[in-house]
């Protein structure tokens, strides 16, 4: 026998112990987290309901039931060593204190979307606490306000206001079965913000487990916590378990307009006015655009809402926008909580019970995000026309800025992007077979790049609810301002550095880490 072919012998043999010892390892971490957290449950007749192990029964309906994207649902993901379904606060306390005396990472999932996976998704050992049962809302029209806890999602929100009142609202994203805790964390726009702002600028308090397992709240956590949990990412600071909301008036009737509109009706025309006009109008008008190829032409869609009646709108749009020819035909006056059942994708005529489903579709995709603070040319978008309709599943979506969100100061909260941009631009593609996976974020990158000089510059800026691996990533362990910066300052501009200065306080030893969290800074520098 020579050396080369002994050597090849070793190889599987020695991968094979490693993988071993490493499943023994890592079982005995298992092993003595779940001993940790029965300990701190009282009711112990309950924690084979709290805690779901790899084989538990419930694990891969539990694991499956809100991974909203399907590029990371097969069987090379990485999977948790638990699963922890908290029906009571103390629950997620113990699940912290236990997950870092054994040295295993957290993974808080609310709603399951972000685009990444980061809430159910590690390369470390790790748990998922899924919030799931945490999800009562608390509703106080007297007062315009509600506790929302954080495994509620957007549509539950939105159907427990129109409970109380139909003239009630709140700026939250137009998909309903988007969790709170997460969304509201990074941001959240919708419909509305032109007028209210972001859902993060209406928290008036909120409740966070901290690294030591303490319950925190705005008075207890302090004003730079508060500061960075509205736009910063929750999860890099602990598990955000509640947030007090401040409740928006809306009238009770609005009027929703779609009109739709190909390259050969004047779409690169009508779309070049847009431009110039989108964050100028009302801020009471919200016209947002979706753009996708579809049967060798460019389809432009054009949907509005208007917080106020259809001939009011016909008015504004006479003197702002004429070339669009909005008819009678294109609008409907309804309620606000219709509203959310339209751009939702749902008939306005549908029961509102419809909002509580936490799963509307699933698919797998790719997505990114611009912000333009400069209109994009003739050429430019004929550019991107080309590009478009080398996939017939990708689209984008236009949402105009300006109104309150000009009128915020960009260090308000941890979310930077205000003043100075006319719109956002989410691009997505969206495929079947998993084994296309490549093409298309080829795809995706490939327009990514083509964009780039028409877009915001230094930094080329994106919207962390939009997460994008692409960006740049943490190191497994700590990873240096510098290196965190260069997908940080994208997210976060001039923010970024208090967000360290935040974290490196209530977080010294990194323990809330993902491939995007906020990092902290090394000894001595702050």
């Known amino acids: 026998m020579n050396m080369e072919t002994s050597h090849a012998k070793l190889f599987p043999l020695l991968f094979i112990l490693l993988n071993s010892a490493w499943s023994i390892a890592s079982s005995s971490i ?130 427990s206001i129109a409970q109380k009142s139909k003239v009630y609202g709140f700026p939250a994203a137009i998909c309903p079965t988007v969790g709170v805790g997460g969304h509201i964390s990074g941001g959240g726009m919708g419909t509305i913000f032109r007028k209210y702002g972001l859902a993060s600028d209406n928290v008036i308090d909120a409740r966070i487990v901290d690294v030591n397992g303490r319950i925190l709240d705005r008075k207890s956590m302090g004003e730079e916590l508060f500061w960075a949990i509205r736009g910063g990412g929750g999860s890099s600071f602990g598990v955000i378990l509640a947030w007090k909301l401040r409740l928006v008036p ?9 009109i739709t509109k190909t390259k050969e009706q004047d779409a690169t025309k009508l779309l070049l006015k847009w431009q ?22 460019i389809i432009v869609e054009f949907g509005s809402l208007f ?3 259809v001939e009011k709108l016909f ?7 004429p070339e669009l020819s909005l008819g009678r035909s294109h609008c409907t006056e309804m309620s606000w909580i219709q509203s959310v059942l339209d751009f939702a994708g749902y008939s306005i005529h549908e029961s509102l019970e419809i909002l509580l489903k936490r799963r509307q579709f699933s698919i797998i995709f790719k997505a990114k995000s611009d912000f333009v603070t400069e209109p994009i040319s003739e050429a430019g978008l004929e550019g991107l026309w080309q590009r478009l309709v080398e996939a017939n599943t990708s689209f984008m979506i236009l949402t105009p800025y300006g109104g309150k969100m000009s009128e915020i100061a960009d260090s308000e909260t941890a979310f930077p992007h205000r003043r100075g941009n006319i719109y956002e631009i989410q691009y997505m593609v969206v495929w079947d077979d998993g084994k296309d996976t490549q093409k298309y ?16 510059k230094s930094p080329r800026a994106a919207y962390l609810n939009y997460r994008d691996l692409d960006l740049g990533r943490n190191n497994n362990g700590n990873t240096s301002y510098a290196q965190a910066s260069i997908w940080g300052l994208k997210y976060f501009k001039n923010n970024f550095r208090k967000l360290v200065h935040v974290k490196t306080l209530v977080d010294p030893g990194n323990f809330f880490r993902n491939e995007q969290s906020i990092p902290v800074f090394s000894s001595g520098r702050k």
């Open 307 to 309: 917080l106020g009646p």
């Open 30 to 159: 298992s092993e003595s987290f779940v001993q940790c957290l029965s300990s701190h449950i009282q009711n112990s007749n309950s924690s084979n309901e709290i805690i779901l192990t790899r084989t538990s029964s419930a694990y891969p309906s539990v694991l499956d039931s809100s991974i909203q994207n399907l590029r990371f649902s097969n069987s090379s993901t990485p999977k948790p060593e638990a699963i922890i379904t908290p029906f009571d606060e103390s629950h997620v306390q113990a699940a912290v204190i236990c997950s870092e005396k054994n040295g295993l990472q957290i993974r808080s999932r609310s709603g399951g979307h972000d685009y990444e996976g980061l809430s159910y998704v590690s390369r470390a050992p790790f748990i998922i606490i899924d919030l799931f049962n945490l999800r009562s809302i608390d509703v106080d029209i007297e007062n315009e306000s509600a506790w929302v806890k954080s495994g509620a999602t957007l549509g539950e929100v939105y159907y």
């Open 250 to 258: 809306v009238p009770p009737a609005v009027t929703v307009c779609h």
């Open 276 to 297: 110039n006009i989108a964050d100028k109008l009302p801020e009471e008008l919200f016209i947002r655009l979706v753009i996708r190829s579809g049967d060798k032409t």
């Open 315 to 321: 008015h504004l749009m006479q003197d702002n926008f």
């Open 441 to 456: 974020i080829g795809f995706m990158r490939r327009l990514y790049a083509y964009m780039a000089p028409y877009v915001s």
